[in-house]
């Protein structure tokens, strides 16, 4: 049994361009894509590190304390309106 080995066709040599062209634009594109993403990632880091060290760092510790202080006062507050064991559902009562 000896194995035919068939001339390439136009039509299976443009096909066959046709995939190589798909493809080899396919790596570029995703190529360009992962640049972006990269440049555009170092741009984020950069504000991430100038903005940690500059003046909006004290704005944002005094947002944290606030928030921490907010959060306080909704806790003691739920504490406060926590319902009884014995009171009936829906009816919350003030615990001292």
Known sequence: ?????????ASDSILLYGFGLALALSLLFNGFLLYKQ??????????VNTAAYGDDDVAWQQQLSECKRDNLQKDSLI??????PNAPPG???LVH
């Open 1 to 9: 049994m000896q194995r035919r080995i068939s001339p390439l066709r």
């Open 38 to 47: 990269s440049h555009q990632r170092s741009l984020i880091d950069n504000e």
């Open 79 to 84: 504490r406060q309106l926590e319902q009884a």
């Open 91 to 93: 009816k919350t009562v």
